[in-house]
């Protein structure tokens, strides 16, 4: 519980980053730390969540403050309640041009969601937009969702996009790419075997995608994990 609540304190903090302080955020991380008992923390959450599903569906509301709404949606379902009236905010969040509201978005649906739940349908174009961004950023952000979100389902809508990262020049992006093609083999196999022939030998391997040493170690673990080196 403690950690619970230090992990809300820097949420609070994290909020204020380029969107403006949150005060009422920083004082409802300050009432949880304050509870002297779990029926009085529960009485605080509860009436955060009525809070939220007020403001939540209001008009017009800034991005700063829809942001803050769901970085408030994250911390409730850390304490245990359900935040899921608010869920579809963070995905519709995802589809937003500013890099930070598109992470915050990103986080929240990675956070919320799994890899069966109706709203993932609505994520999916947005994953294939963002994996073909300029900003690196972005990309990174939609590989996390793919690792954590995508399905047998939809894996053919994006795997030819994640293959194509593995000649990405930022290597961050050349092992997401990586994780989500590990994530792929986990809940499909046959997905990933074509990709996974092409690949018996190391000068082949580094030709095909120019890949740098240090990248090698993860296609490698790749290769033994689908127990075809």
């Known amino acids: 519980m403690e950690q ?9 903090m994290g909020s204020q980053g380029g969107f403006g302080q949150s005060k009422e955020f920083l004082d409802l991380v300050k009432s949880i730390g304050e509870a002297r008992s779990k029926a009085e923390e529960d009485r605080i959450v509860l009436n955060e969540i009525e809070t939220l599903k007020r403001r939540i569906v209001e008009p017009n509301i800034p991005k700063r403050k829809m942001k803050e709404y769901i970085i408030r949606l994250l911390y409730v379902e850390m304490l245990g309640h359900d935040a899921s009236f608010g869920y579809i905010h963070a995905v519709k969040m995802t589809h937003d041009d500013n890099l930070l509201l598109k992470r915050t978005g990103y986080l ?4 919320f969601l799994n890899d069966d739940h109706d709203l993932i349908i609505l994520i ?8 073909k961004s300029d900003n690196y950023l972005v990309v990174c952000a939609a590989l996390n ?6 399905n047998d389902e939809t894996i053919p809508a994006v795997l030819p996009q994640v293959v194509e990262l593995l000649a990405h020049p930022k290597e961050a992006v050349r092992k997401k790419a990586v994780m989500a ?10 997905s990933v075997s074509h990709i996974v022939s092409n690949f018996r030998k ?4 580094t030709s095909w995608f120019g890949l740098v040493q240090e990248d090698l170690c993860y ?3 790749l290769l033994f994990t689908l127990d075809c080196w």
Do not use: M, W
């Open 219 to 221: 296609f490698f673990c």
């Open 108 to 111: 929240a649906v990675t956070l």
């Open 181 to 190: 093609l590990h994530r792929f083999y986990l809940k499909s196999p046959s």
């Open 124 to 131: 999916v174009n947005t994953i294939q937009k963002d994996l």
């Open 202 to 205: 190391v000068e082949e391997f």
């Open 4 to 12: 619970l609540k230090t992990i809300g304190r820097e949420l609070a």
């Open 145 to 150: 969702a793919v690792c954590k979100l995508i």
